[in-house]
């Protein structure tokens, strides 16, 4: 199985989801999209494949999004994308391209649905909270 990641080393939610994937036995294809950008296309697919849009896919909080105006519910698809293929770093992460499909993996559990295999426990949340307990179950399940 093969799965890709785009990946922002400096994130502590794309870090926490690399390493599940890493834990699960799987050495996924790491984009650091920081580095390479993003293409019109790439964009387009990807958030197609995921169910985002430029607006649900835009980072908010630690990116230039306020600076740049474009927290305007005026600002169209468009605008947010040429935004984004300028400033790679608006594209919230991590989006994790696996057989199972394309996810914003925010917060990072949500990874666990793309795998075919858990990590076994415990694993953590890049706060502390537990994704999964020592007996690699989710927290409340039976």
């Not at 036995?25 to 169910?51: N, S």
């Not at 169209?76 to 993996?105: S, T």
Request: hydrophobic share 40%; aromatic share 4%.
């Amino acid at each position: 199985m093969t799965i890709a990641i785009h990946h922002n080393p400096d994130c502590g939610t794309s870090r926490n989801v690399l390493e599940i994937i890493r834990a699960s036995g799987i050495e996924p294809v790491v984009i650091e999209y920081c580095k390479t950008g993003w293409t019109r296309p790439q964009l387009i697919g990807l958030f197609a494949a995921a169910d985002l849009t430029p607006r649900t896919a835009l980072r908010t909080t630690r990116s230039p999004a306020a600076d740049l105006g474009l927290l305007d519910e005026g600002v169209d698809d468009e605008a947010l994308l040429a935004a984004m293929l300028e400033h790679p770093v608006l594209v919230n992460r991590p989006i994790v391209c696996a057989p199972k499909g394309v996810r914003l993996c925010r917060p990072s559990e949500m990874v666990l649905d793309l795998l075919d295999r858990w990590p076994s426990g415990p694993v953590y949340k890049e706060d502390g909270g537990v994704i999964l307990d020592e007996n690699g179950k989710r927290p409340g399940s039976a």
